[in-house]
């Protein structure tokens, strides 16, 4: 059982241009949610997280959305560059005290065309 | 910011051996470790959560006494793999997480190549 789904493997977009990444999650007890960026034969490294309290966090191009009714979040980036490139996993938190594991979706690789 | 290290970055060996991975959290103390997997073109695989001081639990489907977790100290934790065969071949991950900070860090990943 997929409690978080990444529906699009990849992703194209044109230099500049704003990428979208989108994520569904299906566990209702999902309370705090991460995007982390992975290169090839590297660890995963974090970008940015939204507590279920919020709708909306921004840290410079990078800006996650909440939608909880619709067990929903993006990730916006904003302009794409080429370093961008890289495969982008959502996941899920359901403690509140951050020792608990996430639940990692099934990953989106972008490409950022020059 | 938090630093996870893994140890060796990548191995080869011989089907029937086992290998030792450790990950090491450097600037920070962790009761918990995660052990991940992840195969080509695919998601991270949760394995086991290292606990210190006591036993690991294991995600379903994870043999225990093939994947042997130690976690001695609240910098350090190790994977073994026993017995490897060519299917253990994969990217293997550790990751941390602070205490009272939701994100979790990710140590570099460790190649594994069983031959």
């Known amino acids: 059982d997929q409690q978080v789904k990444q529906n699009s493997p990849s992703l194209s977009v044109q230099e500049g241009r704003i990428s979208i990444l989108n994520c569904d999650y299906t566990n209702s007890m999902f309370d705090y949610f991460l995007w982390y960026k992975k290169y090839p034969a590297e660890g995963p490294t974090f970008l940015i997280s939204i507590s279920s309290i919020k709708d909306k966090n921004e840290d410079g191009r990078f800006t996650v959305f909440l939608n909880k009714s619709a067990k929903h979040l993006s990730l916006h980036i904003v302009p794409s560059q080429p370093g961008d490139s890289a495969v982008y996993f959502c996941a899920a938190n359901s403690n509140r005290f951050g020792n608990e594991k996430l639940t990692f979706g099934t990953g989106t690789r972008l490409t950022i065309i020059p | 910011g938090a630093v996870v290290s893994q140890h060796p970055s990548r191995v080869i060996c011989k089907s029937g051996t086992s290998v030792k991975i450790e990950c090491r959290s450097l600037d920070f103390q962790a009761t918990t470790m995660f052990w991940y997997r992840q195969f080509p073109k695919q998601s991270l695989m949760l394995m086991a959560t290292s606990n210190e001081g006591s036993k690991a639990t294991y995600e379903q489907g994870v043999e225990k006494d093939k994947f042997l977790i130690n976690h001695a100290s609240l910098t350090l934790s190790t994977l073994t793999v026993t017995s490897a065969h060519p299917e253990d071949s994969s990217f293997y991950i550790c990751?941390?997480?602070?205490?009272?900070?939701?994100?979790?860090?990710f140590g570099p990943g460790t190649r594994l190549t069983v031959t």
């Open positions: 990751s941390a997480p602070i205490a009272g900070v939701y994100e979790q860090y």
